[in-house]
């Protein structure tokens, strides 16, 4: 199991919060709609209360609502695989397992071409 350093509880916490910020920029011509997210549930409390907070921030900027479901890694993973072979994704989901990278239709790249050559943190 991957332990959970400080470190990690940052980059993911900055990647949120970036996500948070660019997001709306990319969306901020399409009309007001519901969107669909599913996202892994947090190891610590925080990550949850982090990410409901920013759900509720972007609702509050965008006049859009975010059906957001937080869902633990093992069942989010399945979820997920279903609903690429099933055709029925999300608007939004996180994908933090690098194997799903050679499921982009047409790409042929191997999941150790992907993966950095550094240590994890």
Same mark, same amino acid.
């Given at each position: 199991?991957?332990?959970?350093?400080?470190?990690?509880?940052?980059?993911?916490?900055?990647?949120?919060?970036a996500?948070?910020?660019?997001?709306?920029?990319?969306?901020?011509?399409?009309?007001?709609?519901?969107?669909? $997210?599913?996202?892994?549930? #947090?190891?610590?409390?925080?990550?949850?209360? $982090?990410?409901?907070?920013?759900?509720?921030?972007?609702?509050?900027?965008?006049?859009?609502?975010?059906?957001?479901?937080?869902?633990?890694?093992?069942?989010?993973?399945?979820?997920?695989?279903?609903a690429?072979?099933?055709?029925?994704?999300?608007?939004?989901?996180?994908?933090?397992?690098?194997?799903?990278?050679?499921?982009?239709? #047409?790409?042929?790249?191997?999941?150790?071409?992907?993966?950095?050559?550094?240590?994890?943190?």
């Amino acid at each position: 199991m991957q332990s959970i350093t400080r470190r990690s509880v940052l980059r993911n916490s900055v990647a949120l919060a970036a996500a948070g910020v660019l997001g709306p920029s990319f969306i901020a011509n399409a009309a007001a709609t519901t969107v669909v $997210a599913w996202w892994n549930q #947090g190891y610590l409390p925080e990550e949850d209360v $982090a990410f409901r907070a920013l759900v509720a921030e972007y609702e509050k900027a965008s006049g859009d609502k975010i059906d957001s479901s937080l869902i633990p890694n093992a069942p989010l993973r399945q979820k997920e695989i279903s609903a690429i072979q099933s055709g029925g994704v999300p608007d939004v989901m996180e994908v933090a397992d690098i194997r799903f990278t050679p499921l982009t239709p #047409g790409t042929t790249t191997s999941s150790t071409s992907a993966t950095s050559s550094r240590p994890r943190s």
